[in-house]
């Protein structure tokens, strides 16, 4: 008993579960053992764990490098006795770790979503008697009943099964309820094969059963799932670690520099108030304050976008991580496929016939080498759609959000082929209503109806094994029966079958007139075979479309689902899933069973190879997703079920499934579909794309400011001049234009092609040489600007508070003529149009009357340090504000057509050699 969890529950036989779990399936446990079991085993609860509180995440908000560098300079500012300076400093400083706590991930609650699963009551035999309990009560070795609409409240080996069926596909990834029984299986068994078991947290949606507690807790398959959970890493994104790598890399820069500055002013024997401010002038000045703040709006607002075309984002760097995706890892059910059975193939009278239409409106017809067929000249077809429809206890509805199936999912397609031949469900239910009915039932495979009326009849419909075993003659179109030919049958069952299609196989016979009930021994033979259908859960039109848009992106798409091989190989065929083979061809598929033998170095061969993953465990899962980030890619996972959370939490973004997916995998993921759909996603790379280019832009604006006055200062301390930017005024650049200038960027929308465009190199860095050398250079720009017009207005005889207000108002208009640059890296804001993104000119204009404010309030003057400049001050600053757009404008021709002329030699290239 002490080590239940390591057994292979179903694969002993079932005296020796009874025996070893000590228990009488027909009594249940005493309270004696129930008392003394709850002591050795605790509570059937899962394990809570706690996550850094509210004030912990809060203080983290300062835990970055550069922030450091301004807590200093606010320390020092105390210490120099400037209150003024240290308070706006910190202001700054605390308005941003707000902003990061506030947007900051929330602490995940995948462990209590799976706590929130179990069930609150369970219906077991103790001492003899049935007792309703609370699930937590229970231990190893309980007799639990089950019944339809019952959530299985732990691990069962099941000892009795009555039709029973469950919904595991939370657990499992399978699409369909799982019928079960109770004989032992193979020790190698997968969980998804596992019909004589019954798993905490699965739903029982049709029949009876028993079982005896196997495992409670976390010892259960969803508590391993629970344990995944807590161990899977979270990792950072592609943007956060840039971030911080750029920011580690600024830290030097800045460090480096001032003690370049700081040296310098001693051979120069400046006091050292003056290189303490001069110091503190430089940290401030190159820090970009306004990053943090710009980057948390931006990726804000590609949330709102998102959330426009039904993609629900729960943690905000996921935005960016969605553009960096280099490979979708899909499931199969609902995402690509549309999640309702629909019938595509029938075989009648010797035909074969096919069905068109998807899903469950019942818009489509019956053809034959594509013409319409008339049910009136086939007998046998006729009555093989009629048998599915009476032979049927699912309905079809329809409401305002359209057509839906009350019921199985299996039944539900056969009342929709019904209805597409125009088999009216009143008129067929008036003619021959029902008497009586033998439910489906694991052990016969089958369910019959008996029907009166005029010619009372029985239908059947059910496994073509147990169908077949019960006819002798078949129906031929016109109605004749002839001696069934089972081997003729069988060939068609195969043809079927390997579509990845699921077939179902129907008779009838003809009842006495005064026959009122049917029982098993009425139905052991003497029926005729009307046919077969076979079904399907067809793909979204969408997401063929998308995943033909994610291929041209450069994106690859592999499909991981807990279905069967076959079925989740041809889906993916007619996709084109895989790029490598034709659309419609099968393509290479991986089953867990497989995955298992495999080690880490020749799964990591595999991954790269296979599109399909099919009868994956929880585990390999997330096995495949760290194989695929150990490769360098950028994986995002979708999923639904408690079975997917690890991986979606491991993932660099997880996607859950709005409709159809539980609690569990919306708290794993990063991000919500609220309409279940791939090409949601395909969307959602898109905006991310934008979101990335945007935030590019953003960077690459504001970090000539800071270079350019970081610039300024070395420049005043190596010519022994005095400061032309004092550290609150390079804050207050920072700061005004970062949130008046740079955020207009986030509103510029996406530029042409950038689908097409292959996904960005993970490793690459975030800002590539050439967007460097545009920052050096604007930088220089800057520098030349503002110290030459500083140094003039001294020249001039003008105060130092008047230089210096001119000095500033130089790196706000240069930077609003530089934005007009930075809408896009290649093209001219004239190809994207002028008025394409009218926050640019709201936001220049906002800049422009801050500067002014700045310039000529009297409370800005003494706050800042600032001075009212004259008219001729203002024409020589808007001189250098449309020189610096003017050159970078030449520089990004020059470049754009370097860059052209190369990509053209390029593809002459390629095709010379090809």
């Keep these: ?69 301004l807590l200093a300079a606010v320390i020092i500012k105390l210490l120099l006795g400037a209150w003024i300076d240290a308070s706006v400093i910190f202001g700054v400083i605390f308005l941003n770790s707000i902003i990061g706590f506030l947007q900051e991930s929330k602490a995940l609650n995948a462990l209590d979503a799976l706590s929130r699963a179990m069930v609150t009551e369970t219906t077991v035999l103790r001492n003899g008697e049935k007792q309703r309990i609370d699930a937590r009560s229970l231990v190893p070795g309980d007799v639990v009943l089950l ?16 039709s029973l069926q469950i919904d595991e596909s939370a657990l499992t990834g399978e699409s369909v309820p799982v019928e079960k029984h109770i004989g032992e299986l193979g020790t190698d068994t997968s969980l998804a094969d596992r019909v004589n078991m019954a798993y905490s947290s699965s739903l029982v949606t049709y029949g009876t059963g028993m079982g005896v507690v196997t495992s409670i807790g976390d010892h259960t398959e969803i508590g391993r799932i629970s344990e995944l959970i807590a161990s899977a890493e979270v990792l950072a994104t592609p943007l956060t670690r ?38 503190v002038a430089l ?16 990726l804000a607002l590609g949330v709102a976008r998102m959330a426009k075309r039904r993609a629900i984002i729960r943690r905000l760097p996921a935005v960016e991580t969605l553009g960096s995706t280099t490979v979708i890892c899909s499931d199969k059910t609902g995402t690509l496929t549309r999640n309702e059975m629909t019938v595509q193939r029938l075989w009648a009278g010797g035909e074969d016939y096919d069905v068109s239409g998807i899903g469950y409106a019942p818009e489509g017809d019956i053809r034959q080498s594509g013409q319409p067929v008339m049910l009136k000249d086939n007998i046998a077809l006729n009555e093989l759609l009629k048998a599915g429809w009476l032979c049927n206890d699912s309905s079809l509805k329809h409401d305002e959000e359209g057509w839906k199936i009350q019921g199985d999912p299996t039944e539900g397609a056969l009342l ?56 002798d003659q078949v129906m031929n179109a016109d109605g004749t029966r002839k001696p069934l030919d089972v081997d003729a049958v069988e060939a068609q069952v195969k043809a079927i079958a390997s579509q990845g299609q699921r077939v179902l196989a129907f008779a009838c016979m003809e009842a006495a007139a005064d026959k009122q009930g049917i029982e098993h021994e009425d139905l052991t033979q003497g029926l005729t075979f009307l046919g077969l259908q076979g079904m399907i859960d067809p793909p979204r039109e969408e997401a063929v479309q998308a995943v033909r848009s994610c291929h041209v992106a450069g994106i690859r798409v592999k499909m991981i689902t807990g279905d069967h091989a076959l079925t989740a190989a041809t889906i993916a065929g007619e996709i084109g899933l895989d790029q490598t083979i034709a659309k419609g061809a099968t393509p290479k598929v991986l089953t867990g ?71 569990v995998s919306k708290e794993a993921a990063d991000m919500v579909l609220t309409d279940d759909n791939f090409a949601t996603i395909e969307a959602a790379v898109e905006e991310g794309r934008g979101v990335f280019d945007n935030l590019i832009k953003f960077i690459t604006w504001i970090l000539p400011t800071n270079a350019g006055q970081g610039l300024v200062i070395i420049a005043a301390i190596i010519f022994a001049q005095p400061l ?73 005889g003008a105060s130092e508070a008047e230089a210096r207000t001119i000095a500033v ?24 149009g002028l008025m394409s993104n009218p926050w640019i000119w709201v936001g220049i204009a906002a800049m422009m009357i801050a500067q002014l404010l700045f310039t000529y309030v009297p409370l800005m003057n003494t706050l800042f340090h600032t001075a009212p400049i004259g008219l001729l001050d203002w024409f020589y600053i808007i001189l250098v504000g449309l020189a610096i757009y003017l050159i970078i404008g030449v520089e990004k021709t020059i470049r754009t057509r370097r860059e052209s002329a190369r990509s053209n030699r390029v593809q002459g290239t390629t095709e010379a050699a090809n």
């Excluded at 019944?147 to 009555?162: E, I």
């Excluded at 940290?283 to 931006?298: F, N, R």
């Excluded at 950038?754 to 967007?771: H, K, N, Q, V, Y």
């Design 724 to 796: 032309p930017v004092l550290p609150l005024q390079a804050l207050w650049i920072n700061m005004t234009t970062a949130v008046l200038l740079g955020l207009t960027l986030a509103f510029e929308p996406r530029e042409p092609g950038i689908m097409t465009r292959p996904p960005r190199t993970p490793g690459a860095p975030i800002l590539s040489s050439e967007m460097i050398f545009r920052v050096i250079f604007v930088g220089l720009l800057l520098l030349i600007g503002s110290f030459g017009l500083f140094e003039l207005a001294l020249y001039q």
């Design 809 to 832: 108002n130089v790196f706000a208009v240069g930077q609003s003529f530089y934005l007009l640059n930075c809408r896009s890296l290649r093209l001219s804001m004239f190809n994207l």
């Design 416 to 471: 929709v082929s019904a209805r597409k031949a125009e088999i009216d469900d009143a008129k067929s239910l008036d003619a021959q209503p029902r008497l009586d009915t033998i439910p489906f039932e694991s052990q016969h495979q089958y369910m019959a109806t008996l029907h009166g009326g005029e010619k009372p009849s029985i239908y059947m419909k059910g496994s073509a094994e147990s169908i077949l075993a019960r006819c």
């Design 1 to 69: 008993m002490s080590s239940l969890q390591e057994k292979h529950w179903h694969h002993l036989p079932h005296d020796d579960v009874v025996s070893q779990l000590d228990t009488d399936p027909h009594t249940g446990l005493d309270s004696d053992s129930v008392d003394n079991r709850q002591q050795q085993y605790g509570p059937n609860a899962l394990t809570q764990r706690k996550g850094q509180g509210p004030l912990i995440r809060f203080l983290l908000q300062f835990h970055q490098a550069l922030v450091y560098i």
């Design 147 to 162: 019944a339809s609409g019952d959530k299985v409240p732990a691990d069962l080996r099941l000892l009795q099964s009555r």
């Design 242 to 279: 840039k971030i911080a790598h750029f920011s580690q890399l600024l830290l030097y820069a800045i460090l480096g520099l001032a003690a370049i500055t700081f040296l310098i002013g001693l051979w120069h024997g400046d006091p050292w108030i003056d290189l303490f401010m001069a110091a």
């Design 283 to 298: 940290s401030v000045a190159m820090i970009p304050e306004g990053l943090p703040a710009v980057l948390t709006i931006t």
């Design 593 to 663: 069973r497989e995955l298992k033998s495999l080690s880490d170095e020749q799964l990591s061969h595999e991954v790269a190879d296979t599109a399909v993953f099919a009868r994956v465990t929880p585990e390999q899962k997330l096995r495949l997703v760290e194989a695929l980030q150990a490769r360098g890619e950028v994986a995002a996972m979708t999923g639904d079920g408690v079975n997917d959370a690890p991986a979606l939490r491991r993932a660099n973004i997880g996607v859950a499934m709005g409709i159809t997916g539980t609690e």
